[in-house]
DNA sequence: TTAGTATATTCGTCTAACTCGAAGTCAAGA
DNA sequence: TCTTGACTTCGAGTTAGACGAATATACTAA
């Protein structure tokens, strides 16, 4: 099965300048035809899910380029994409703990609005509110 | 107390760029002395610490100005700085999750690789890993 | 007075990972 | 033949700064 540019991208839920984006950067290989267009198969769209999910990770286009090059040097790196792995493993448990605090601040601050809007609060014992957004500080 | 652009910067953890960055961009009021050099005070630090959570929380400067302005007008902002916040809150929420489901990934990409490297799976068995990246795909 | 040092200023360019639009090419259909 | 639609490349815009250069000011020492 053949699909173009469009036909990919829909199928992907990537946009067109993507996916031409992601081939401009040889991310992984594509085929042209004789009027040099870009033509991709099944085995285009197993490298897009895997690139799709990479990203989605937050691994920047040039260390998936490292990866998917490893990837077409076969079994023999399978070594160094395990190291590779390890380490984006690492980076999204980071991530998580930082994601965690943020959620945890946005919690303080909605509920600290809303003690003020009921009035717990009065105005005077909370000046850093009215002109500064320096409240509940400390976060990533 | 008083401070420069290089005092501030250091005082915040940011760099002078960044200082003078979010000044030009009036997120928050900012004197200039006789020789027009920014002049910093305590009022500023809380500025800056709000608007440093912010961007941890992955704010956009757009909207921290908007949240900035509203803090400037006083009070009467209060509900909108509520309802602002209630969104942030939202938006930290999917974040989260999304975080979460990343780090799954990574735990499930970091096993696998291992069960090949335990030779617990034969490589015929895996093609995919041969040459695409695409195994164990949809996060995000 | 002069030079050196340490700041500060603005301006302009660079980055990542797209996003968007323009201008041109090409084959198929009415 | 003309139009449509999809494709091509190229160049510029985006965000949130990072960074360097040229310039200006003030303080200090010789």
Known sequence: M????????????LTEHTIRYYTDQNLFPCKRDSNN???????????LQGIKC??????????????????????????????????????AQERLREAQEVANYMDYKVKHYEEILANKIP?????????????????G
Chains 1, 2 share one sequence.
């Open 37 to 47: 267009r870009r033509v991709f198969d099944d085995q285009s769209v197993n490298w």
């Open 2 to 13: 053949n699909y173009s540019v469009k036909e990919i991208a829909e199928k992907m839920g």
């Open 54 to 91: 990479l990203r989605a990770c937050g691994v920047s286009i040039e260390d998936i380029k490292i990866y998917c090059d490893l990837c077409l040097e076969g079994d023999v790196t399978i070594p160094e994409r395990h190291q590779f792995m390890l380490h984006q493993q690492e980076l």
């Open 123 to 139: 105005d005077d014992m909370n000046p850093a509110t009215k002109e500064t957004p320096g409240v509940g500080k400390q976060v």
